[in-house]
């Protein structure tokens, strides 16, 4: 029996997007190594690589990097299916929910670090919802949202001015709506 | 390095003023607890006084080191006086809100103010 081989068609597309969810899963990587005084406070650098998809290539690229940068952190990270990678799952869904709504603030007065403040208070959001409702139903949420809060804040500003020099003067087309 | 000048737009400051207010908002909210309905007073982990915070009184609790006393004024408690060296739990003053405690660690005595759940005073038939 001959041997039959099985060519799957690779766009351009599908490249790229491979490439930048390796990109943003390296980012990942990298900081689960950096120690954090509470689980879960993290600056969150995949967004910076997130952000940059989405004013390139707009929502449905942004979306599939997300998603398969989420599926092959927690490959790597071993925390596939585990109650921290739901976690992050809910706070991924939450920020790029929220991403699609601020999208369609008007350009010319908001830029990129709206966008990242916007997705980090989102991705925090999301988090704490699913923790309250699954993890920690009886512990008191109230006493953790001013700490994630504050992070979401520091490091939704810091990734925000990253994205903002990064594309500042590099003369790159952008997306120009969220619509997929 | 570039200002930040070119990098934030008008409405990223509105972004990031609302932001700042809302974390601003949570860390308020975590510290302003309801104000307590009773105190309980341990030592060496053991209860020993369980009272309203309405009613002034004063405790005199024995512990490792010798006598903490405890007194309520008008809603509020604190240890008047303990034995240990150091004296933290003195300094610290009145506590009021549910959840807030004075720990006089060398004496082992502890004083709690229990929650906004308000427990039975009476029970009638």
Redesign the interface.
């Known amino acids: 029996m001959a041997a039959r081989e099985i060519r799957l068609a690779v766009t351009p597309e599908d490249r790229r997007i491979a490439a930048l969810a390796a990109l943003a899963a390296g980012l990942s990587l990298a900081e689960a190594a950096l120690p954090s005084p509470i689980p879960g406070v993290k600056p969150g650098l995949a967004n910076i690589v997130i952000l940059l998809v989405m004013l390139r290539y707009g929502f449905a690229t942004a979306i599939w990097v997300m998603t398969i940068r989420l599926l092959a952190a927690s490959l790597m990270l071993g925390s596939f299916l585990s109650p921290g990678f739901w976690l992050a799952a809910a706070g991924a869904a939450a920020s790029m929910s929220m991403l699609y709504v601020v999208w369609h ?2 350009g ?7 966008f990242s ?2 997705m980090a ?1 989102a991705h925090v959001c999301g988090q704490l919802v699913l923790a309250k409702l699954w993890l920690f139903a009886s512990a008191d949420i ?2 953790l ?2 700490i994630f ?2 992070a ?2 520091v490091f ?2 810091a990734n ?2 990253i994205v ?2 990064l594309i ?1 003067g590099d003369g790159l087309p952008r997306a120009q709506s969220a619509h997929v | 390095m570039n200002s930040l000048k070119g990098l934030l737009k008008p409405g990223d400051l509105l972004v990031l003023a609302c932001a700042c207010l809302l974390t601003a908002g949570f860390f308020v909210h975590a510290w302003n607890k309801p104000a307590g309905s009773a105190i309980v007073v341990r030592a060496q982990g053991k209860v020993m006084v369980r009272a309203a915070l309405e009613r002034d009184a004063d405790y005199a609790v024995q512990g490792t080191l010798g006598v903490s006393r405890i007194e309520v004024r008008q809603g509020r408690a604190r240890v008047a006086a303990d034995p240990g060296p150091r004296q933290v739990c003195v300094k610290q003053g009145w506590v009021s809100r549910a959840g807030e405690a004075a720990l006089c660690l060398a004496n082992q005595v502890s004083l709690e103010i229990g929650g906004g759940e308000r427990a039975f005073d009476t029970v009638t038939y």
Do not use: D, E, I, K
């Open positions: 603030l008007p010319r007065w908001f830029g990129p670090v709206s403040v916007a208070f109230t006493l949202m001013p809060a504050l979401a804040l939704g500003t925000g001015l903002a020099r500042a």
